[in-house]
């Protein structure tokens, strides 16, 4: 609100100043051609009806004319990525460029053509160097993305891997956080998806069991949104492993060859590439590190839900999951209530916070 009434009295004055320019001209365009009709107060009555004119439109229109197309333009410009923003940005210069090259021997063509023509290729060009770079843009960057790679191949070649790719587990692609996690930057390598792990994923998709389709067909979607919004470019790899039937199996001797990581959520698949000397990045690991900490002694408000193993035990759960387990909670199911951190147990399932309601604290205190 307070943009817009300074804009209204903005867009008011501007325009108002424009309809008594425009009355005045028009009112002395009349007088001047027919002086017998009309007298000489018609400019002045056409600028003051015009002025009004213009302070009312001006003062209802300010905020449609200039801040609703600017925050239309600033959405379109947050949906977009980054790398198709930079690639429309380089072909748009790219294009006016050459233009520039062209506008001056255009410019010599006898009229009208030396007027029109360098505007046309103005447009042409720029519309021209867009579309080609935004078509093209993850070649570009896959392209840029290999040569940074080569470079740091030296530095990583101590620590046994190749700066190029890391693998996809058929898992990972399923579970469908990757795309999310490709989207901040944090995966710098290009995304490697094997032939024989596509093919699992659409064993998934054709499966007669609902649940497996579902999970299948949900992989393919993840695969086609990481084409089209990952920072990093993702190929499919006809490369295979001969003598080697199990896709785990297979992907722990590709790891190897290529030198480089695999990202699963397979606990076996981790265990094994562990055991092989092959570097796992595990998404289930990453999201219980990156869960809430909680220290004994902090309160929060949980809502319990449920009743938990032991008897009068509630369970409830935090936005990112993780279970809360409030004791003498059961009474409680339904309600939010305030707790008390106890005690925080990190397990191979992910962490498990153990509280007690607040009013038994105070309780056992008041006893003391």
Not at 76 to 93: N, V
Not at 289 to 315: A, N
Request: hydrophobic share 45%; glycine share 10%; aromatic share 6%.
């Amino acid at each position: 609100m307070r943009r817009i009434l300074p804009l209204r009295f903005v867009g008011m004055i501007s325009v108002g100043l424009l309809g008594v320019w425009l009355g005045s001209e028009t009112g002395n365009t009349l007088t001047n051609t027919w002086p017998v009709q009309f007298d000489s107060t018609i400019p002045l009555k056409l600028g003051v009806v015009l002025a009004l004119a213009g302070l009312a439109f001006g003062f209802i229109l300010a905020p449609y004319l200039t801040l609703t197309p600017y925050r239309w333009f600033r959405r379109k410009i947050r949906e977009i990525s980054a790398q198709y923003l930079l690639a429309s940005t380089i072909g748009l210069s790219i294009g006016l460029v050459i233009a520039a090259l062209l506008a001056l021997p255009l410019s010599f063509l006898p009229s009208p053509f030396g007027q029109v023509l360098p505007f046309v290729a103005a447009v042409f060009f720029a519309w021209a160097g867009v579309t080609t770079m935004v078509t093209r843009a993850k070649d570009l960057f896959g392209l840029i993305n290999a040569r940074r790679a080569g470079r740091e191949g030296a530095d990583t070649a101590e620590k046994g891997e190749t700066a190029g790719y890391v693998l996809l587990d058929t898992s990972v692609i399923i579970d469908g956080r990757i795309a999310d996690i490709s989207r901040t930057g944090f995966i710098e390598r290009v995304m490697l998806v094997p032939q024989f792990v596509l093919a699992e994923v659409q064993h998934f998709a054709d499966s007669p069991d609902r649940l497996r389709r579902n999970r299948g067909q949900r992989g393919l979607e993840i695969l086609n949104r990481l084409q089209k919004e990952s920072l990093v470019p993702i190929q499919i790899s006809d490369m295979d492993v001969e003598g080697v039937r199990e896709v785990d199996a297979k992907l722990v001797k590709l790891a190897k060859k290529l030198r480089c990581p695999i990202i699963t959520n397979d606990y076996k698949l981790n265990q094994v590439a562990g055991l092989q000397g092959v570097r796992v990045l595990n998404i289930n690991e990453l999201a219980n590190t990156v869960k809430t900490v909680m220290l004994p002694g902090e309160v929060i408000l949980v809502r319990i839900i449920q009743e938990g193993r032991e008897p009068g035990q509630g369970v409830g759960y935090l936005d990112d999951g993780t279970m809360i387990v409030v004791e003498d909670g059961k009474r409680h199911i339904g309600d939010t209530l305030e707790a008390v951190v106890t005690r925080v147990l990190q397990t191979a399932a992910g962490r498990m916070i153990f509280a007690q309601l607040e009013e038994k604290i105070l309780v056992q205190r008041g006893a003391r």
